[in-house]
T-cell receptor, first 111, second 118 residues
C-alpha cells in the first residue's frame, strides 16, 4: 500500500467551478500535510500546508485534513484557467523528514 | 534572490553513458533533497544531503547512482551507465534547516532536469 494515494484524474471543469482534490494516507503518525502545484515543465511550488486536523484557507484555496479518516482535501473556489496544473498532495515522513508525494491530479479549467 | 537552480534543463544521453545533474540551492540553504519524477508518477525521494555529508540515501538505487554536496559548488547527482529506465525528471529542493528543525517549513524546488536516455 502506498503511503499517500491520490486519484490521478485527469479532471476537467468549467471556469468558475468549485474543484475538490483528494488524497488518502496510510500512516496515522503523519502530522504535516501539504499541497503543491506543478505547472508543465516546472518544479512543484507550495500552495498550502496544514498541521494535524482542520481547515486552512488562503484566498480561493482551502486545505482540509481529517485525521480520523486519514483524508486530505484541497478545494479551489471560482476556478480559473490559470489554475490548470497538476496538484500534488504531500506529507512529511521518514528520518530525513522528506516529502512523500501522491501521484498528482491533473486539473484543466476550461474557459 | 535566485531560487533553486538546476542545470542542464534537458539532458540526452545514450545508454551506457554518464549523466551529471547539478543543483545550486537557494542562497543560505545548506540542505538539499533530490527527487525523481517518472511519467505518470509522483515525485519519489532519492537522497538528502548537507554540505559534505549524505544524511539519508534510502531512496537511491543501490547501483549506478551517487550524490554529493561539496563544501563549495553545487550538489551533483551522478548516474553512471544510464539505461532507458533512468529517463525521468530529476528535481532538487533546498532548505535552510536541518530536517528535524524544519517542521512545516516548505522545501523550495528547482525546475528540474529532464533526462532522456536513447
Amino acid at each position: 500500500q502506498k503511503e499517500v494515494e491520490q486519484d490521478p484524474g485527469p479532471l476537467s471543469v468549467p471556469e468558475g467551478a468549485i474543484v475538490s482534490l483528494n488524497c488518502t494516507y496510510s500512516n496515522s503518525a503523519f502530522q504535516y500535510f501539504m499541497w503543491y502545484r506543478q505547472y508543465s515543465r516546472k518544479g512543484p511550488e507550495l500552495l498550502m500546508y496544514t498541521y494535524s486536523s482542520g481547515n486552512k484557507e488562503d484566498g480561493r484555496f482551502t486545505a482540509q485534513v481529517d485525521k480520523s479518516s486519514k483524508y486530505i482535501s484541497l478545494f479551489i473556489r471560482d476556478s480559473q484557467p490559470s489554475d490548470s496544473a497538476t496538484y500534488l498532495c504531500a506529507t512529511l515522513s521518514g528520518s530525513a523528514r522528506q516529502l512523500t508525494f501522491g501521484s498528482g491530479t491533473q486539473l484543466t479549467v476550461l474557459p | 534572490n535566485a531560487g533553486v537552480m538546476q542545470n542542464p534543463r534537458h539532458l540526452v544521453r545514450r545508454r551506457g553513458q554518464e549523466a551529471r545533474l547539478r543543483c545550486s540551492p537557494m542562497k543560505g540553504h545548506s540542505h538539499v533533497y533530490w527527487y525523481r519524477q517518472l511519467p505518470e508518477e509522483g515525485l519519489k525521494f532519492m537522497v538528502y544531503l548537507q554540505k559534505e555529508n549524505i544524511i539519508d540515501e534510502s531512496g537511491m538505487p543501490k547501483e549506478r547512482f551517487s550524490a554529493e554536496f561539496p563544501k563549495e559548488g553545487p550538489s551533483i547527482l551522478r548516474i553512471q551507465q544510464v539505461v532507458r529506465g533512468d529517463s525521468a525528471a530529476y528535481f532538487c529542493a533546498s532548505s535552510p534547516f536541518k530536517s528535524r528543525d524544519r517542521g512545516n517549513s516548505p522545501l523550495h524546488f528547482g525546475n528540474g532536469t529532464r533526462l532522456t536516455v536513447t
